[in-house]
């Protein structure tokens, strides 16, 4: 049985198949209008009539942005065909009927949904001729001077978008702007439109002339014009008004001629239309295309859905707020505290900020790590210095006493040294003294009795002078100093040290050539007395044997050198490298400093000193030092 398949099973599932098949019929049936379904219907057809010309400004900038709007907008397929009057052009326009015949051949079977006239001329040919070419077609006006709209023949299938001029607002702000402006200079056309407007702006400009003097240029062909702008004089500026044809007859477009104008005025070009800001005006109170767009296609899009055109009114446009050129600004001198208020500057041209942020910035980091760089470098420099003045102190005060400890040492020295003169000087004057007292004292030996007391003293204050500038604690302190007779000083010191000990102590030096370089002359003495010192006690282990210490001066190259050579037992190999270390000795009751203070003066010379063993026996230092100059 589980096998089997029932009619009644097969009854159930055919009535279930079709009511799933007339739920979808009836879905489909109830599908609303997709919103792609305008692309599938037949396109609203919109006839744009232009009074002067696609291209002519300013009218073809408002039918170029209310087209681009609807196209944005609506939510019909469009087809916008246009046509042009010309007529409206010249001086003497021909007759309307080809033109008439012309558009009832094109719509006479196919009227358009809307008709849209740009401009006066425009909405006054279809207001004239709407019987014979569009009874019954919806027609929106716009673009139009609410002066210039014909309200006697309006309909309630009309439309208007008007637009109102106040030439006193917009010659009061160039004023403003100006306010050392003396002279205006009107720039219009000579056809009908245009001769108009001139009277208009005469009419209205009427209170101002005591104020500033106006120049007319209705009267005048478009190159006598520029002739004249060409040589304004000061305080006069332009106004553009509008030029489709001049006095000679001659049609101009708009744009071009105003371009010519631009490119040869002295004088600042103003302008009430929008359309020509942006490259050869300046600005001010303007009337708004994209206001009226706005309006115009909100129109069109209202009547295309069925509203009565009669029942869409507005009030006429007014001047925008205004808004100048900050290129023009600038060319003549214009500053934006003169510029009315709430008005808005545009074409602002970027500064080297805005031009360059991110490179300025890069540029600004890394100046800000540099100098971050270099404030740490200057600090530790200053740190440095301040550590080597510190450094020189310690150094100073270190050296001393060594010097004191190395004075100690010639103690026997410098006594003998002293004794002597003084002995002498005292034999000298207890002899004095008694041929004095003789009946005849010969004069000639107490002469040379006096000279010998000159000549020890002498001999005794120089051995305290020397004595004195050893032990003196002075700052260390770089000047030129003549090496020779700086080593020879020391020589003296320890002459008698070095006798005592038996020790021979010998001194070379170029004959005839000065040593001279840049140090501490106290300090450079405490270098080869300390190595003459320690070369003394390594003597002191030599009991057979010539026992002696040479020191000799000379130069090597940019070099000047103090060598100090004995003949004692020499340095171990292994303490040729530590024989400069503090605290490295090989005496007993040594303190191992004497020879870390000579690497340091050294140092502080700009020097270097090396210790090696001679090759017949014995230690040999040798220091050099840069040569002054």
């Known amino acids: 049985m589980s096998g089997r398949i029932s009619i009644a099973d097969i009854d159930r599932s055919w009535r279930a198949l079709g009511v799933r098949l007339c739920i979808c019929l009836l879905a489909i049936l109830a599908w609303p209008e997709s919103a792609d379904s305008a692309e599938h219907g037949p396109p609203r057809r919109i006839l744009l009539l232009h009074s002067f010309g696609r291209e002519f400004r300013p009218w073809g900038e408002y039918a170029r942005s209310i087209k681009a709007a609807l196209e944005r907008q609506s939510a019909y397929a469009l087809e916008i065909q246009e046509h042009t009057l010309l007529t409206a052009r010249f001086n003497n326009p021909g007759p309307e009927a080809p033109f008439v015949d012309y558009l009832r051949s094109l719509y006479q079977v196919s009227p358009p949904d809307i008709v849209m006239s740009i401009g006066a001329p425009a909405a006054r040919f279809v207001q004239k001729y709407r019987g014979q070419l569009f009874p019954g077609t919806p027609l929106v006006m716009t673009a139009i001077e609410q002066r210039l709209v014909n309200r006697e023949e309006l309909t309630d299938n009309d439309t208007v978008i008007s637009v109102q001029n106040d030439f006193v607002v917009v010659f009061g702000s160039i004023l403003k702007v100006m306010p050392d402006t003396q002279r205006i200079a009107v720039v219009i056309g000579a056809s009908p439109l245009e001769r108009f407007w001139l009277e208009e702006l005469k009419r209205e400009l009427k209170p101002m002339e005591g104020r500033v003097a106006f120049d007319w240029y209705a009267d005048l062909s478009f190159e006598d014009i520029l002739k004249r702008a060409s040589a304004l004089p000061p305080h006069t500026v332009l106004f553009w008004g509008l030029m489709s044809v001049d006095a000679a007859g001659v049609a101009h477009d708009g744009d071009l001629a105003l371009r010519s104008l631009h490119a040869v005025a002295n004088a600042p070009i103003f302008s009430y239309q929008e359309a020509f800001f942006g490259r050869d005006t300046i600005g001010g109170p303007m009337l708004s295309i994209a206001d009226s767009s706005a309006r115009t296609v909100d129109a069109v899009t209202r009547i295309l859905g069925g509203e009565k055109p009669g029942h869409i009114r507005f009030e006429p446009l007014r001047y925008a707020p205004p808004k100048y050129d900050w290129r023009e600004m600038q060319r003549w001198g ?123 003293d002498q001999r005794a204050s120089e051995v305290i002078r020397r004595l004195r500038s050893v032990l003196r604690k002075t700052p260390f302190e770089l000047r030129d100093i003549e090496l020779n007779g700086t080593v020879q000083e020391v020589m003296g010191f320890v002459a008698d040290v070095a006798a005592g000990r038996g020790v021979t102590l010998s001194f070379y030096a170029p004959a005839g050539l000065g040593l001279h370089v840049r140090g501490d002359p106290v300090q450079l003495q405490q270098v080869v007395l300390n190595l003459i010192l320690n070369a003394l006690d390594a003597m002191s282990e030599t009991s057979a044997g010539k026992r002696e210490v040479i020191v000799l001066t000379r130069r090597a190259g940019q070099f000047a050198e103090i060598r100090v050579g004995d003949t004692g037992p020499g340095i171990a190999t292994g303490d040729l490298e530590t024989v400069f270390n503090p605290f490295f000795t090989t005496k007993p009751e040594g303190m191992g400093m004497g020879l870390a203070i000579v690497r340091t003066i050294v140092e502080a010379h700009r020097g270097t000193i090396s210790a090696e063993n001679q090759p017949l026996g014995g230690a040999l230092f040798t220091v050099r030092l840069p040569i002054a100059g």
């Open 334 to 456: 214009i500053g934006e505290s003169s510029l009315p208020r709430g008005s808005e500057i545009l074409f602002r041209e970027p500064g080297v900020w805005e031009r360059y942020r991110w490179q300025l910035a890069l540029t600004a980091a890394l100046i800000l790590v540099q100098a971050a760089l270099i404030g740490g470098l200057l600090r530790e420099r200053r740190q440095r210095r301040l550590a080597e003045v510190e450094s020189r102190q310690r150094l100073a005060e270190l050296a001393h006493v060594n010097r004191y400890s190395a004075v100690g040492e010639l103690t026997t020295s410098i006594a003998h040294e002293l004794n002597q003169p003084l002995g002498s000087i005292l034999t000298n004057t207890e002899t004095a003294e008694l041929m004095l007292k003789g009946a005849s004292p010969n004069l000639d030996e107490i002469r040379e009795i006096l000279a010998d007391i000159r000549r020890d």
